[in-house]
């Protein structure tokens, strides 16, 4: 079995080691442009639509994270070939971090704190009603479940939104754009954990983050075109939301000129909150290179129709 894997970073290196170990049955190939027809699978983080046009004949391609709207956006990988994306692999633990990270911080109002401190203010709070603080997550997936459990864990009342019907726990669950609507402005802090597709490009607007209640936060873990950044910029200037944590961007890196950087109302972090883990990885996809080997089924396949 000959598998091409595409990683172009410094971590290069380690993902082959670490298939090589995996897949000892495999011969593992680093991408070099060459005549992509004789292999049997492709393993690939970021590929060019070049790269990508050249991968029609394998079995299938795993692409190294959980998103795939890049791969998406090439029409070069023919449909007949499954894309396969990674299904938690040590990203749910992070994002649940980053999560609990993000609710604790709003609720327990640290960054008013951390104005007073600045200002030499003694100004304690009273204690917040956590019946009352709803969290809401856009997406109810492999991740958005975990962080919506979790939360919900923690004593916070958790309204979750996604594409069809979810069941999780006691976390309120609600679909399609009416239970968008009904969700928003109930919830003091929503965290965005959903695919970019064409459906959720700029879903994020003055319209939608304007039936947040007043001083309400977001959170945006998943992709920075579910925003629409100058909308959430005017929405924060004018004092109808709290502030905002963004790990994504539209444009990443984020542009040295960008005013995110200095908004004293956004944090950003540099797409840190989920990333690939090595060892993970390597292991759930050598065991569906091996499952799809014996003629089983794999989840993880991407549905082409709806995009994730
Ligand atoms: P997933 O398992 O495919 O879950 C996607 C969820 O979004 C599902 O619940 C789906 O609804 C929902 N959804 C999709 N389109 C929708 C729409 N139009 N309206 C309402 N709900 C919709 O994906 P995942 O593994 O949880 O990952 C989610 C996203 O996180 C990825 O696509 C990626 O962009 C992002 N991500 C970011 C990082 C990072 O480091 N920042 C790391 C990993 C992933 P159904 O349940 O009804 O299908
Ligand atoms: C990272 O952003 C991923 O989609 O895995």
Redesign the pocket.
């Known amino acids: 079995m000959r598998i091409l894997l595409h990683y172009a970073g410094r971590a290069a290196g380690a993902w082959h080691d670490a298939f090589v170990r995996a897949l000892p049955e495999a011969e593992i190939v680093p991408w070099t442009p060459q005549d992509a027809s004789t292999f049997d699978y492709a393993i690939v983080y970021k590929p060019t639509a070049e790269q990508a046009a050249a991968l029609a004949r394998v079995k299938a391609v795993f692409n190294l994270?959980?998103?795939v709207?890049p791969f998406l956006a090439m029409p070069a990988l023919p449909a007949s070939v499954a894309l396969v994306r990674l299904?938690d692999a040590g990203?749910a633990e992070q994002m649940v971090e980053y999560a609990i990270y993000a609710v604790l911080r709003v609720f327990r109002d640290f960054p008013r704190y951390a104005d007073d401190q600045r200002a030499r203010r003694w100004s304690p709070q009273r204690r917040a009603d956590k019946s009352a603080f709803r969290v809401g997550v856009?997406?109810?997936?492999?991740?958005?479940q975990r962080v919506a459990a979790t939360i919900s864990g923690l004593g916070f009342p958790v309204l979750g939104?996604?594409?069809?019907a979810?069941t999780i726990g006691d976390v309120t669950t609600l679909?399609g754009a009416e239970g968008l609507r009904a969700l928003l402005p109930q919830c003091r802090v929503v965290i965005a954990?959903?695919?970019?597709?064409p459906?959720?490009d700029g879903l994020l607007n003055r319209a939608t983050l304007s039936l947040l209640p007043q001083g309400a936060w977001l959170v945006n873990?998943?992709?920075g075109a579910l925003v629409v950044e100058s909308d959430l910029l005017a929405l924060l200037d004018e004092g109808r939301l709290g502030g905002a944590m963004l790990?994504?961007f539209v444009e990443e890196p984020l542009p040295r000129d960008h005013p995110f950087w200095h908004h004293p109302r956004i944090e950003i972090t540099p797409?840190?909150?989920?990333?690939t883990l090595v060892e993970p990885a390597v292991a759930q996809v050598a065991a569906k290179i091996r499952a799809l080997e014996r003629g089983l089924a794999v989840t993880g396949v991407v549905d082409r129709e709806r995009r994730?």
């Open positions: 994270g959980a998103g709207d299904e990203m856009l997406g109810l997936g492999v991740l958005g939104w996604s594409r069809g979810r679909a954990l959903l695919p970019h597709t459906e959720t873990l998943a992709r790990d994504v797409h840190v909150s989920g990333l994730y």
